[in-house]
């Protein structure tokens, strides 16, 4: 693939692709009719009298369902909106639920830093239903005996376990993807992507059932945003409790064979993972934690490699300059050595990462009263982290609408403006457990398929996400792959 370098009206126009995670659009009725809500300007709770807090400040705009259609609507923009006009602290009682919104780096530090222990998790207001007991909804001591058993998965021995069935899995199944048509490349990923789930965390084929699975995990994902949190017949909310029904009566009858396996998947490792005192899971545990090990596995690596496709289609420079570094490697398996020596193609996906991040925000809970940069915060709201706005603060990032990876060179390293500016794993206590396998399956997707083919996306198409617990694609992402040599 041959390519110019970008002219000064191209690089504007690639400047504008991502306006619209940067400014709320006009562009249709509903667009318009949202920005016709009017201000309703609220005061969360006045301070203690001689503590000199500030007090917290928002728009409640709709009755009831606050700024959240907003949000279904605008993403990442409505966060930012709300940032330049009350700062970095602001409320709103979306769907009910009082809820303060944090943005910025210096915000965010205050909350994930957690030393006064004033911020539990608060995740069980969205996902309780549907992941109950997850780790994300485990805190303080619970949530570190937990975690500690589960980093037994999580050796380099078991990686290097892992990674064999990974490049193994990725390389077959997308040397066998339709070139020369249309393809729904997100809903193909993430079939890909599951099929891994199954053999590497499972050591099970969910060929027969992938359809079924992949159903019930999309509708308990999508779940904890809906507006009407009611079984109601063809409502999200039943979808959803039906979706775990699914999940969890295919996880408990795999449950016997994987307490008496010896294998090295993960679920054989949760259920022989123990303490030095002899303490293990139990069933109900080691299933909760499958069922959502599974959706933050599969999930957030489905999104990240179509958001890195995606801009290497609309950036040709850049899929050439991947691809090189590619192809400059031996033939042959992957291994984990070669595969982190990659340096352009993880530049491009932090840089995607930091647009487009899998998991937009961190939810905590004020188990008492504290304080955020000077201004005070009750004890039972909820505390919404918006990470994925602090990746787009002018404050941080040279020219944060452009896409550039080389923001992320050792010369830049843009994400080192502040410590908490880049957080696409989250942050603290609750940092993504297995963030270094995600990034390592997010660039064998990607190797296997820079080896295998070329594309392009059309100068005029701009990708219309959906903001819901976790952004995608709502065209499903078409493109046509073309068949190298």
């Not at 690089?11 to 949202?34: G, M, Q, V, Y």
């Not at 999508?222 to 295919?250: D, M, Q, T």
């Not at 843009?414 to 993504?432: I, L, M, N, Q, T």
Request: net charge negative.
């Amino acid at each position: 693939m041959v390519t110019a370098q970008p002219t000064p009206d191209s690089a504007r126009r690639l400047a504008r692709e991502n306006r619209r995670f940067f400014e709320i659009p006009s562009s249709t009725l509903l667009d318009r009719l949202l920005r016709l809500v009017p201000e309703r300007i609220k005061v969360l709770a006045e301070p203690p009298p001689g503590s000199a807090l500030r007090p917290v400040v928002g728009d409640m705009a709709l009755p009831f369902v606050g700024n959240g259609l907003a949000f279904l609507r605008w993403g990442p923009a409505l966060q930012l909106d709300l940032y330049r006009r009350f700062g970095p602290v602001s409320w709103c009682k979306p769907l009910g639920n009082t809820t303060v919104f944090v943005t910025g780096p210096e915000a965010t530090q205050v909350v994930v830093s957690n030393k006064d222990k004033a911020f539990g998790q608060g995740w069980d207001y969205y996902i309780e239903r549907f992941f109950p007991r997850g780790l994300l909804l485990l805190q303080f001591d619970e949530h570190m005996f937990h975690r500690r058993l589960m980093q037994h998965a999580f050796t380099r021995d078991r990686l290097d376990w892992y990674f064999a069935e990974l490049t193994t899995l990725a390389d077959t199944a997308i040397a066998r993807w339709p070139a020369e048509k249309e393809l729904q490349l997100y809903p193909t990923i993430k079939s890909l992507t599951l099929e891994i789930a199954g053999e590497i965390f499972m050591a099970a084929d969910v060929g027969p059932e992938r359809d079924r699975l992949n159903d019930a995990f999309v509708a308990c994902t999508r779940a904890p945003l809906s507006v009407i949190r009611f079984p109601i017949p063809g409502g999200h909310w039943r979808a959803g409790i039906k979706g775990r029904k699914v999940l969890e009566e295919y996880f408990y009858r795999m449950l016997p064979s994987k307490r008496e396996s010896v294998d090295g998947d993960f679920f054989s490792a949760l259920c022989h993972a123990e303490t030095e005192d002899g303490e293990r899971f139990s069933d109900e545990d080691v299933v909760d934690h499958m069922i959502f090990l599974i959706m933050a596995a599969h999930d957030t690596s489905t999104i990240t490699a179509t958001t890195v496709a995606y801009y290497l289609g609309k950036h040709p420079e850049w899929q050439d300059r991947v691809r090189a570094e590619v192809l400059a490697r031996p033939d042959g398996p992957l291994d984990i050595t070669a595969l982190e020596q990659l340096k352009t193609l993880e530049m491009v996906i932090k840089e995607c990462l930091r647009l487009v991040a899998p998991v937009p925000g961190l939810v905590r809970k004020t188990v008492k009263d504290t304080e955020i940069l000077g201004q005070y915060i009750p004890a039972g709201v909820t505390v919404a982290v918006d990470n994925w706005v602090n990746h787009l603060l002018p404050e941080y990032w040279t020219e944060p609408e452009q896409f550039d990876p080389d923001r992320f060179s050792d010369e830049r390293r843009e994400d080192k403006s502040h410590r908490y500016a880049w957080v696409p794993f989250g942050a603290g206590a609750h940092k993504c457990i297995g963030m270094h396998f995600g990034m390592l399956e997010v660039k064998t997707i990607l190797d296997a398929m820079l080896r295998n083919y070329e594309w392009t996306i059309p100068a005029d198409y701009e990708m219309p996400w959906s903001y819901s617990s976790m952004p995608f694609p709502r065209d499903g992402a078409p493109v046509v792959l073309h068949r190298r040599g």
